[in-house]
């Protein structure tokens, strides 16, 4: 997938997005440029990037909305570049949808592997995104996850969950294998709404595997724990 991997580059910065463009090039990458928020989004709905490396200051609407609106219709995976180094920005980067967060001034080749990286944890993903308009369906062996209709399914029968056990599935299911601890759980599902203890986490993946257990064994088993760290999604299942 790295070697024909179609990238998208925002920033407002000619320079920036060139220097970029030319260390992407030399990994074998095809790359498109945006230089506004408006137009990175209309090639962003588009066309299907296998990742967009989106800067966080820019002209008229910012990489937050472009981030946001992208991500109500697709799932492609988003690097943020943005000279703001304060957490504040970086968790409002996160928040909008953005699956890392790298720092001006930076270095090219650092850019070069949190791409790779980017695009392996994407490729080793095994799931299938169905031919939808918006694209916004995960299709996995032993589940479904419609995140128009937030509607989740198991052998073929629909499975009722709260606003919260859907987010937390859906969050997961997003990037299988990837582990999360319960407290970037707390951050990015509960968005710091909720200020309280740990388990949560806990309590709501214990709901949300009984709910799928009761319809399909097999789709609450890829709901992994990782003893001492926390939580991922396995794409496959057991």
């Known amino acids: 997938m790295e070697k024909s991997a179609h990238i998208l580059v925002v920033d407002d910065e000619e320079r920036i997005r060139r220097l970029l463009k030319m260390y992407l090039e030399r990994e074998h990458y095809t790359v498109d440029e945006a230089e506004d928020g408006e137009s990175a989004l209309e090639k962003a709905v588009e066309s299907d990037y296998d990742c967009i490396l989106l800067d966080l200051?820019?002209?008229?609407?910012?990489?937050?909305?472009?981030?946001?609106?992208?991500?109500?219709?697709?799932?492609t995976p988003i690097l943020m570049l943005t000279a703001k180094g304060e957490e504040a920005n970086r968790v409002q980067g996160f928040e909008s949808?953005?699956?890392?967060?790298?720092?001006?001034?930076?270095?090219?080749?650092?850019?070069?592997l949190r791409v790779k990286a980017i695009l392996r944890r994407a490729d080793s993903t095994k799931f299938l995104q169905?031919?939808?308009?918006?694209?916004?369906?995960?299709?996995f062996t032993h589940l479904t996850i419609d995140h128009d209709a937030h509607r989740v399914t198991a052998s073929d029968k629909e499975i009722g969950l709260t606003p919260k056990e859907y987010e937390l599935l859906h969050f997961m299911a997003k990037?299988?294998?990837?582990?999360?601890?319960?407290?970037?759980?707390l951050k990015e599902v509960w968005?710091?709404?909720f200020f309280g203890d740990l388990r949560t986490v806990d309590t709501h993946v214990k709901r949300l595997r009984e709910k799928l257990s009761k319809v399909s064994k097999e789709a609450a088993q890829?709901?992994?724990t990782v003893w001492g760290v926390g939580y991922k999604f396995e794409a496959t299942g057991e």
């Open 222 to 224: 890829m709901i992994v």
């Open 191 to 193: 968005k710091y709404e």
């Open 175 to 185: 990037t299988p294998d990837k582990v999360f601890s319960r407290e970037q759980l």
């Open 130 to 139: 169905t031919e939808t308009q918006a694209k916004n369906v995960l299709v």
């Open 97 to 112: 949808g953005a699956d890392d967060y790298i720092v001006k001034p930076f270095s090219p080749r650092e850019v070069v």
């Open 57 to 75: 200051m820019l002209p008229g609407m910012d990489g937050v909305e472009v981030c946001e609106k992208i991500r109500d219709k697709k799932a």
